[in-house]
């Protein structure tokens, strides 16, 4: 049987609990009232997938960000006597051809990745607010225009693209890496967040807030902006896996991030030149990269269904 | 029938000039002076102005744009999406060169997703929650997330150096399109594009494999999916002809979002394995700094994008009969 949740009920409310007035209790009563974080917190713990995906997403981010900061410069430092030396406690995996820590370059790798995907995803978002929520207020010839823009971005050839603007405006240039994916990559923000406005721009509260005289900067921010939160968190969760793989992949064909700095894609690239030596470097970057796309669009999903405020609860 | 593609055609035109505007932007914006290549000590500042008017440089923004655009659509010129500052070749005719095998490579790749994506969606859909549904579910749920590069790296390396042929050497080959001195031998091009089209089509099987389990799931709980199995057909039958059938226009809408992905794979996917096509070009020209093929081939990539889509649309309307023009 499903339950209605208490704080969504549209039904009239009344003034007097039921079972005052003598009548049989409603199930739905015998709830106990949850604030909005409660109920997100509680929808996001049955996601079991989700939940993993946090747990493993807090590690790598723990060790991305504790290893580099413990050990400084490590992760360029070479040292000739430790050219393909084995693994020690040190170096649980081992040194490369240069004799550089390969555990501790794998860590900075995974935090210079993460770096570039959440700031990529902040002009993703950003974008995508802007553009998503002015074309589904509005409305009407503005709204047309801006998704005609919209499928002009979405017909670019995306790695094209980025390839050309690296480039053209820098070769190996984080914050060139990190404007390229951004600009490249908003369409599908855009495109959630102007179809739950178009939704939400005559939903009673909406009305109310405009009825009361508030301005559209207003109700764009304060009212609909929030009811928008978990299509945006998709969008954002599928940005950073997109904008990781993108980094990586620009840095594997040498227009991204090239060595002494580390990055999975140059790691990759670099693994490949001792496939019949060391097969396993190459497997490294490459599992650190599949856990953070993973993890991300788990952790999308899950958020996604907890933030939903239309979401019920199994009991 | 013919005024819908007509329309389609037309309402592509606007998209085409939009992609064509920002990549113009994107090179006019970038940083550095078009003549700095011909900068040198004995090369006078009058005679740089005098290349800024040979090549148009002095006039207005518009006016440049119109020229290139105008020019780029005159395919017919050999000299219209002008030379490569590497070899002087037309742009045209190294790009031409290179668009059979890349086509090669996607429309393989297309194929063997579509092979076996389309059973293995079934499959699950239809014994769906049993072990199998669960294993296709969580390997095309990995599979989707594991990049096309890293793929093909990995797939090289079981393909070239793992697995060993009679001769001790690696079993398929790891680069280039034919083997020396067999350049018409198909079985040679076939056994060459064995491990590119499976690191390439390994991410398509997946997310293909997963649209069509719940394509079908949805169409096995519609009504004339009870009515087929009321009168007592066949399994076989009430899947093969009532289920599968509708089931499959939805994946159409794939084929348009496959291409650009596809494109995009194949870019890397050519590098990788030296596979001489678009992608390699492309690669070794940003390396070069060729920017008149940089620029060529994304506007090609931006026309392939919109006729994948186009595409698309047109092939939904021919499978599904509620769709009216």
């Known amino acids: 049987m499903e339950r209605a949740d208490p704080t969504l009920t549209a039904a009239p409310i009344a003034p007097v609990a039921p079972s005052e007035r003598g009548e049989a209790v409603d199930e739905v009563d015998l709830i106990p009232v949850r604030t909005y974080w409660q109920l997100v917190r509680q929808r996001f713990a049955q996601h079991r997938l989700a939940v993993m995906a946090l747990i493993v997403l807090a590690v790598l981010v723990v060790l991305a960000l504790a290893v580099p900061t413990l050990t400084g410069n490590t992760y360029k430092l070479t040292r000739l006597d ?234 | 029938m013919l005024s819908y593609v007509l329309r389609r055609l037309i309402q592509a035109i606007p998209i085409l000039v939009g992609i064509s505007l920002i990549v113009f932007l994107i090179v006019y914006l970038s940083p550095g002076d078009p003549v700095d290549r011909f900068r040198n000590p004995r090369v006078t500042p009058e005679q740089l102005q005098r290349l800024r008017v040979l090549y148009g440089l002095d006039k207005p923004l518009i006016e440049q744009y119109l020229r290139w655009f105008t020019g780029f659509l005159q395919i017919w010129r050999p000299e219209a999406w002008g030379y490569s500052f590497l070899d002087g070749q037309p742009v045209i005719h190294k790009i031409a060169e290179r668009v059979p095998a890349t086509m090669q490579l996607m429309g393989v790749s297309l194929m063997v997703t579509i092979i076996f994506a389309i059973p293995i969606g079934v499959l699950a859909a239809v014994r769906q929650y049993s072990f199998a549904d669960k294993l296709i579910t969580t390997l095309a749920t990995v599979g989707y997330a594991v990049p096309s590069f890293l793929l093909g790296v990995y797939v090289l390396y079981i393909g070239g150096v793992v697995l060993r042929g009679p001769d001790g050497r690696g079993l398929f080959p790891t680069f280039g399109q034919t083997s020396f001195g067999k350049d018409n031998d198909l079985l040679d091009l076939a056994w060459h594009l064995v491990l590119p089209v499976t690191s390439l089509a390994i991410q398509q099987i997946a997310g293909w494999a997963r649209y069509m389990r719940s394509s079908m799931l949805e169409v096995l709980h519609q009504d004339y999916v009870r009515t087929a199995r009321a009168k007592g057909l066949p399994q076989s039958r009430v899947l093969g002809k009532h289920a599968l059938r509708n089931a499959l226009i939805p994946i159409i809408t794939l084929l348009g979002l496959t291409i650009p992905s596809l494109l995009a794979g194949a870019v890397i996917t050519e590098f990788i394995f030296s596979w001489p096509g678009l992608g390699q070009l492309t690669i070794a020209a940003i390396g070069n700094r060729d920017y008149p093929v940089v620029l060529a081939t994304s506007m090609l990539g931006g026309v392939l994008v919109i006729v994948g889509n186009l595409l698309a649309d047109v092939l939904y309307g021919v499978v599904d009969p509620r769709i009216k023009y």
């Open chain 1, 82 to 315: 430790r050219v393909d030396a084995m693994a020690t406690v040190e170096a649980p995996l081992g040194y490369n051809e240069i004799g550089q820590n390969i555990a501790v370059r794998l860590a900075k790798a995974t935090q210079t990745s993460l770096l570039i995907g959440l700031a990529a995803v902040l002009i993703i978002v950003g974008i995508g607010i802007l553009v998503g929520s002015i074309a589904g207020y509005m409305g009407g010839w503005t709204d047309n225009l801006l998704m005609r823009f919209v499928d002009i971005v979405l017909s670019l050839p995306g790695l094209f693209i980025i390839l050309m603007i690296v480039s053209l405006f820098g070769v190996g240039d984080v914050r060139v890496v990190i404007i390229a994916i951004g600009i490249t990559g908003w369409t599908l923000a855009a495109r959630l967040i102007r179809a739950e406005f178009l939704a939400l721009r005559n939903a009673d509260y909406v009305q109310a807030a405009r009825a009361l005289g508030a301005g559209h900067r207003r109700i764009i921010v304060r009212h609909m902006l929030p009811a928008a939160m978990a299509p945006l968190v998709v969008a954002a969760a599928l940005g950073v896996a997109d904008s990781v793989v993108t980094e990586a992949a620009l840095s594997f064909l040498g227009f991204g991030i090239s060595p002494p700095e580390a990055s999975l894609g140059n790691m990759l690239t670099n693994a490949q030149s001792y496939f019949f030596s060391a097969p396993e470097r190459a497997l490294y970057p490459g599992v650190v990269l599949v856990l953070l796309v993973l993890c991300a669009s788990f952790l999308g999903d899950g958020l996604r269904d907890a933030l939903d405020p239309r979401q019920r609860i199994e009991a």
